[in-house]
């Protein structure tokens, strides 16, 4: 490592090029066939303009880290904040969609609710006995802010992640103690002390006795480090947050309103359907209460539920900037304007990420969504996500129309809500986010108000 302002000179490269590991390294590169040389992915036709969608909500979160001044060298938290956001639809669509409607007029079209919480880092410790070290400060912090009500009528997002994970099986049934000290196994034993799952809170059974949550389930505090920054945690807070935020806004949907109301309303995360890293268990449950609020409107001759996840960055985006070019015209000329694509596992493993074994499903042990590469009316492009919430769906090289639910009417808000105001730009999630995102410079600003006061 450099001394700081200390700056590479050059004077490695030379051998690092005539390295034998570099040489067989690169030797050892399979080199992806020419883009235009194979065929594209199965294109799914779709009934269009069936329904008319009156509202959108949608669900955006960001975390910013920052250093902070506790008298504690490299002390560090970080500010989370999500926003919920009901949109008008019917309303919007009047608006031009080269530019984004004034803050006045945006206030008559939308209803935000926000949800935010301090999140310690490295050598950030709280002020009771079962907060004394960074990570438990940490994991007390998630147990305390996942209490979080959107409508006090209804469940708070810890009520939710335990019902809908009632019965657990599999990985996520026993987990690492999360106790540094735990004394569950002999002294010099070789196997790492678990704990089952619980759904409330409870003691370590080891001689130690401390404090566990029902929230160390989430294991995101596998990520939280003693010695260097915690981002990779602070993230994997904000993806829980995220989906169990959605989740429970469908529960309060499919609890408190009128079937009907599902019809002309749609669901919008920013990014995939899917839980990564630890937490990733949390998926399949998730996956069955989507299911079970759709399968439960279709058995009432409703249309089912319109969730849609929108992927605005990542590699199939990439690859659709890739397969959209023409030698002769050049960019975003190849596809025709309203072409819904839909890659296979073989397809995404030869062309998009490279994995020789084509019978395991893509993304099976962490989406709870299928993606269609798709290209509006507008030329702009996007990765939607539906839930799979039947048989069709999880057949992972299905293109039939019933594995992907209410694509259609997806594919016509993509159209009908798109902007040029920013490249690929999708206006809801542009409104959440703009409700969502913390600036840089105030998300600092505000962590060090904070810990300035102690």
Same mark, same amino acid.
């Given at each position: 490592?450099?001394? &700081?302002?200390?700056?590479?000179?050059?004077? #490695?490269?030379?051998?690092?090029?005539?390295?034998?590991? =570099? $040489? /067989?390294?690169?030797? %050892?590169?399979? +080199?992806? %066939? !020419?883009?235009?040389?194979?065929?594209?992915?199965p294109t799914i036709k779709l009934a269009r303009r069936q329904n008319s969608i009156r509202r959108i909500i949608a669900v955006d979160g960001s975390t910013i880290t920052k250093a902070v001044q506790n008298g504690f060298p490299r002390a560090e938290a970080a500010l989370?904040?999500?926003?919920?956001? =009901?949109?008008? +639809?019917?309303?919007?669509?009047?608006? @031009?969609? !080269?530019?984004?409607?004034? *803050?006045?007029?945006?206030?008559?079209?939308?209803?935000?609710?926000t949800m935010s919480a301090v999140l310690p880092g490295q050598n950030v410790v709280g002020l009771q006995p079962n907060e004394d070290t960074p990570k438990k400060f940490y994991r007390h912090t998630v147990r305390q802010e996942l209490d979080f009500r959107l409508d006090e009528s209804h469940e708070s997002l810890l009520e939710t992640f335990h019902t809908i994970t009632a019965s657990v099986t599999g990985s996520g049934q026993t987990f690492q103690c999360?106790?540094?000290?735990?004394?569950?196994?002999?002294?010099? #034993?070789?196997?790492?002390?678990r704990v089952a799952r619980q759904t409330k809170d409870t003691f370590c059974p080891c001689p130690l006795k401390e404090q566990l949550y029902s929230t160390d389930s989430l294991r995101t505090h596998e990520r939280f480090h003693d010695f260097s920054s915690s981002e990779q945690a602070f993230t994997a807070f904000r993806m829980v947050a995220e989906h169990l935020l959605m989740t429970n806004i469908l529960r309060?949907?499919?609890?408190? &309103?009128?079937?009907?109301?599902?019809?002309?309303?749609?669901? =919008?995360? @920013?990014?995939?359907?899917?839980?990564?890293?630890?937490?990733?268990?949390?998926?399949?449950?998730?996956?069955?209460? +989507? /299911?079970?609020?759709?399968?439960?409107?279709? #058995? $009432? @001759?409703?249309?089912? &539920?319109?969730?849609?996840?929108?992927e605005k960055t990542g590699e199939f985006i990439d690859h659709l900037e890739e397969i959209d070019w023409d030698d002769s015209v050049g960019q975003r000329q190849r596809l025709?304007?309203?072409?819904?694509? =839909? *890659?296979?596992?073989?397809?995404?493993?030869?062309?998009?990420?490279?994995?020789?074994? #084509?019978?395991?499903?893509?993304?099976?042990?962490?989406?709870y969504g299928r993606k269609i590469m798709y290209?509006?009316?507008?030329? $702009?492009?996007?990765?939607?996500?539906?839930?799979?919430?039947n048989s069709s769906g999880m057949e992972p090289n299905s293109s039939n129309a019933s594995a992907? *639910?209410?694509?259609?009417?997806?594919?016509?808000? +993509?159209?009908?809500?798109?902007?040029?105001?920013?490249?690929?730009?999708?206006?809801?999630?542009?409104?959440?986010?703009?409700?969502?995102?913390?600036?840089?410079?105030?998300?600092?600003g505000i962590l060090a108000e904070l810990f300035n006061d102690h």
């Open positions: 490592m450099p001394y &700081l302002n200390e700056h590479a000179t050059g004077d #490695s490269l030379w051998r690092l090029e005539e390295n034998p590991s =570099v $040489q /067989a390294f690169k030797g %050892s590169i399979r +080199v992806r %066939s !020419d883009q235009m040389t194979y065929s594209l992915p989370f904040n999500a926003a919920v956001i =009901v949109i008008k +639809v019917d309303e919007l669509a009047k608006f @031009d969609r !080269d530019r984004i409607p004034s *803050p006045g007029q945006l206030r008559d079209l939308e209803k935000v609710e999360p106790i540094d000290e735990c004394e569950m196994e002999p002294p010099g #034993s070789v196997n790492t002390p309060y949907f499919h609890k408190n &309103l009128p079937v009907r109301y599902f019809d002309d309303t749609a669901f =919008v995360i @920013d990014g995939p359907l899917a839980i990564f890293g630890m937490p990733a268990w949390l998926k399949e449950h998730i996956q069955t209460e +989507v /299911a079970r609020i759709h399968n439960d409107l279709v #058995s $009432q @001759d409703r249309l089912g &539920l319109l969730l849609i996840g929108l025709p304007n309203k072409t819904a694509l =839909v *890659p296979t596992t073989e397809y995404i493993y030869k062309h998009i990420i490279p994995n020789p074994n #084509s019978t395991k499903p893509y993304g099976q042990a962490v989406y290209k509006n009316s507008a030329g $702009q492009h996007a990765v939607i996500m539906t839930p799979i919430v992907f *639910p209410r694509l259609g009417d997806a594919l016509d808000i +993509v159209d009908d809500l798109y902007t040029h105001l920013y490249r690929d730009g999708f206006i809801p999630l542009v409104r959440a986010n703009a409700h969502a995102a913390i600036p840089l410079r105030r998300g600092q």
